[in-house]
T-cell receptor, first 113, second 115 residues
């Protein structure tokens, strides 16, 4: 069964600190992996999209990594800001699933001052 | 560009009532989607439309119908609302990007409560 598991479920860090969120997936065949940021009460917004051949992709202070062999991805946030408080969702696309995306449950990040 | 817009933002229904959730996009995207998001679960696809005039079922289509009115608009209808349909509903549209992928853009969501 195609699944996307994220850890931790929630995380609290101090402003200015770094953090790393994890994503493991069992989706096959793999097409691409995305990370979305969802602010409370808003729709998800894309941070990065990585295909099989991409190991790392950055978007400002966000850096995503992908290990297609172990089916793991991480999202690293550098020098966190209060505005980083949100849910971060890992999403995997499979060719076999047509246009459907398989969503993780998300990691809720709280950045405190 | 407004991107993807949804109406209404909030709605409370009684069991058995019907309603239509509206979605529109101004990005000239061919594909549009309806998802629901429930606490402790990932987003789940209800229906999608790969192009104007076509619609297909997603993971959780029961109790819903959709209409792709034109390229811009994709509506979701609940014919007889049930408490199990209490959720946040997101509409999305997508465009092809390099490598054969497609990037999805989401609307702000409709928060629906069925009593």
């Amino acid at each position: 069964k195609n699944q996307v598991e994220q850890s931790p479920q929630s995380l609290i860090i101090l402003e200015g600190k770094n953090c790393t969120l994890q994503c493991n997936y069992t989706v096959s065949p793999f097409s691409n992996l995305r990370w979305y940021k969802q602010d409370t009460g808003r729709g998800p917004v894309s941070l990065t999209i990585m295909t099989f051949s991409e190991n790392t992709k950055s978007n400002g202070r966000y850096t995503a990594t992908l290990d297609a062999d172990t089916k793991q991805s991480s999202l690293h946030i550098t020098a966190s800001q209060l505005s980083d408080s949100a849910s971060y969702i890992c999403v995997v696309s499979s060719y076999q699933a047509g246009t459907a995306l398989i969503f993780g449950k998300g990691t809720t990040l709280s950045v405190s001052s | 560009n407004a991107g993807v817009t949804q109406t209404p933002k909030f709605q409370v229904l009684k069991t058995g009532q019907s309603m239509t959730l509206q979605c529109a996009q101004d990005m000239n995207h061919n594909s549009m989607y309806w998802y629901r998001q429930d606490p402790g679960m990932g987003l789940r696809l209800i229906y999608y439309s790969a192009s104007e005039g076509t619609t297909d079922k997603g993971e959780v289509p029961n109790g819903y119908n959709v209409s792709r009115l034109n390229k811009r608009e994709f509506s979701l209808r609940l014919e007889s609302a049930a408490p199990s349909q209490t959720s946040v509903y997101f509409c999305a549209s997508s465009s092809p990007i390099a490598g054969g992928n497609n990037e999805q853009f989401f609307g702000p969501g409709t928060r629906l409560t069925v009593l």
